[in-house]
């Protein structure tokens, strides 16, 4: 189901970096070189398989990660989008 406005902001409170752009919720990450972006990608890409709910666009930079969620179905931000990116937060990898 998808989140009020209310519940998206009390979401995105506790998310730090995470926040709705355009329909989606969208975090940077920083990674510092190429490696490491593409070790973040794969593990992002990884969970995302696992929890079968993948990314609005995935964009690589020499030193950054750019990604963002919606549930298409649903028309919004839901649960799912949620639960997703505080998943990729728990691979801790980069800020």
């Known amino acids: ?8 902001t009390k ?3 506790n998310m730090p970096g ?3 752009k355009n329909g989606s919720i ?3 990450y920083k990674t510092g070189n190429f ?7 794969s593990g992002i890409g990884a969970l995302c398989q696992q929890f079968d709910h993948h990314p609005d666009y995935l964009t690589l930079k020499y030193s ?3 990604v963002a969620f919606s549930t298409h179905t649903e028309g ?4 799912k989008d949620i639960n997703i990116a505080k998943e990729i937060e728990k ?4 800020s």
């Open 64 to 66: 950054s990660v750019l």
């Open 18 to 20: 995470w926040e709705y």
């Open 1 to 8: 189901m998808k989140l009020t406005e209310t519940q998206l």
């Open 91 to 94: 691979l801790r990898l980069f």
């Open 76 to 79: 919004g931000i839901t649960e």
């Open 11 to 13: 979401e995105l409170e």
């Open 35 to 41: 490696a490491n972006t593409m070790a973040l990608t």
């Open 26 to 28: 969208v975090k940077e």
